[in-house]
T-cell receptor
Framework: DQQVKQNSPSLSVQEGRISILNCDYTNSMFDYFLWYKKYPAEGPTFLISISSIKDKNEDGRFTVFLNKSAKHLSLHIVPSQPGDSAVYFCAASQNNNDMRFGAGTRLTVKP | DSGVTQTPKHLITATGQRVTLRCSPR?????VYWYQQSLDQGLQFLIQYYNGEERAKGNILERFSAQQFPDLHSELNLSSLELGDSALYFC?????????????FGPGTRLLVL
């Protein structure tokens, strides 16, 4: 039961350009969405979140956009840096229920 | 360093065996979560404990069980292991387990069942 889907397993961008990572969900009751970043041999680390009452949240180079009607969210990284190379997981939760994660997208930022 | 520790880092065992994975949450965090990440899969939520009590259950098999002790560390017990149980097992913690709280993840335990 994949309620959160990241359909692109990998993405490669040039340093300085924008990285756009996409995530789709099926459960319209999700009310909180998060992005986690994961480096090899480490656990995921929280990056940015957005509540369903908003459509945009920005934190430095990272912006998350939420389109509730399309059940779609995206993470924009601009400008992309080589240190951003990692696996990015999208996650969603409803009320106090368990968080559902996507399969992840491996981002490679080339110098 | 998230402040969440997990032991062991790696574990190799045989089918049919039983293993115990251990997690120590961040100082002050009362809630512990367990996740499984199989190859090319997202993180699958297994179970959550809050202050020693089970709070939420996800896709946890009956062969798996967990508990949280009075000192708030948690253990995940996996028994009658099968090849398909080979995965990365992550523990995460948060202050009180609320939906809007950030979960802080440990480095994971890599389990290989041969």
């Amino acid at each position: 039961d994949q309620q959160v889907k990241q359909n692109s397993p990998s993405l490669s961008v040039q340093e300085g350009r924008i990285s756009i990572l996409n995530c789709d969900y099926t459960n319209s009751m999700f009310d909180y969405f998060l992005w986690y970043k994961k480096y090899p041999a480490e656990g995921p680390t929280f990056l940015i979140s957005i509540s369903s009452i908003k459509d945009k949240n920005e934190d430095g180079r990272f912006t998350v956009f939420l389109n509730k009607s399309a059940k779609h969210l995206s993470l924009h990284i601009v400008p992309s840096q080589p240190g951003d190379s990692a696996v990015y997981f999208c996650a969603a939760s409803q009320n106090n229920n368990d968080m559902r994660f996507g399969a992840g997208t491996r981002l490679t930022v080339k110098p | 360093d998230s402040g969440v520790t997990q032991t062991p880092k790696h574990l190799i065992t045989a089918t049919g065996q039983r293993v115990t994975l251990r997690c120590s949450p961040r100082s002050g965090d009362l809630s512990v979560y367990w996740y499984q990440q199989s190859l090319d899969q997202g993180l699958q939520f297994l179970i959550q404990y809050y202050n020693g009590e089970e709070r939420a259950k996800g896709n946890i098999l009956e062969r798996f069980s967990a508990q949280q002790f009075p000192d708030l560390h948690s253990e995940l017990n996996l028994s009658s292991l099968e090849l398909g149980d080979s995965a990365l097992y992550f523990c995460a913690s948060s202050p009180s387990g609320g939906a809007l709280e950030t979960q802080y993840f440990g480095p994971g335990t890599r389990l290989l069942v041969l």
